[in-house]
């Protein structure tokens, strides 16, 4: 007779733990996060599911500036929690993992803007831009932030003699929107060049064989990409070797710390050529 009471008190007992365990659930910080604008927050970093309480709290919290397009910047757990401390957020609702990597929101280069500072440097130095190619023609291993218009400047112009073709060395004017990098154009000049004939141009070299500026270094973050098919595969790394464009080096897995080998492809970003170590 004391069967159904029994039975009732457990299904209590269970019912009050459920409740006991779902206070204690906790939001777990993304390994890493895409972010716009120039800033880093919390709220960057929390996954879709997390509670309404605590997107508002992270809004107001900034971790640090976010990182040049195509480069990562890599977080500690360590400065995230001071972050939480200073903030009032308790650590017991947040689960923080060892490190967090962040890219920052980009797109590539745009054609036409790229165009106008090269024909603009070429002026200022009393070149012509005579046979200049079109602006869908020209090509550049740069990011810039997403969310802004980008303004160019041309550094330098460089004869690259074992590509056989003038590249030049471009930045944003501000640097937050994206870091330096080259542009070249894919189709052959029409016209006279007489920069190549004189390297006496500010600016301008005809000197064979350059050491290339490379475009990662060691210790840096990149975005390693895989590609077989139609399936892309891209997580971040850390370099273990500088290198220019076209070099091979050495980079370990951020996550799994897997050492890999990957050719680079861009300021920040490399393409896979071997497996793990």
Excluded: N
């Excluded at 745009?110 to 079109?134: C, F, N, S, V, W």
């Amino acid at each position: 007779m004391r069967l159904p009471f029994t039975i009732g008190l457990v299904w209590v007992s269970l019912a009050g733990g459920g409740l006991a365990l779902a206070d204690k659930l906790e939001t777990v910080l993304l390994q890493s996060a895409v972010v716009s604008g120039e800033s880093i927050r919390l709220s960057d970093l929390l996954p879709g599911g997390a509670p309404s309480h605590l997107q508002a709290a992270a809004r107001g919290v900034v971790l640090g500036r976010a990182p040049i397009p195509a480069r990562g910047r890599l977080l500690e757990r360590s400065a995230i929690l001071r972050q939480l401390a200073r903030a009032g957020i308790s650590t017991t609702d947040v689960r923080v993992p060892d490190h967090i990597t962040v890219w920052r929101r980009s797109r590539p280069i745009d054609q036409e803007r790229l165009r106008k500072a090269i024909a603009d440097y070429l002026r200022l130095r009393g070149q012509r831009d005579t046979g200049l190619p079109a602006a869908a023609d020209w090509q550049s291993s740069g990011q810039v932030a997403a969310e802004e218009e980008e303004t160019l400047v041309v550094q330098a112009a460089e004869w690259d003699a074992g590509a056989q073709l003038l590249r030049f060395r471009v930045r944003c004017r501000r640097k937050a929107q994206c870091g330096s990098f080259f542009a070249w154009s894919k189709q052959s000049w029409q016209g006279p060049q007489p920069w190549l004939d004189t390297g006496k141009s500010p600016g301008l070299s005809s000197a064979p064989a350059q050491p290339r500026p490379p475009l990662v270094h060691a210790g840096e973050h990149a975005l390693l990409q895989f590609e077989e098919k139609s399936i892309r595969v891209s997580f971040p790394v850390v370099c273990l070797e500088r290198g220019a464009a076209e070099q091979r080096i050495r980079v370990r897995d951020v996550a799994q710390g897997r050492i890999y080998y990957a050719r680079v492809i861009g300021q920040g970003r490399l393409r896979g050529v071997s497996g793990p170590q």
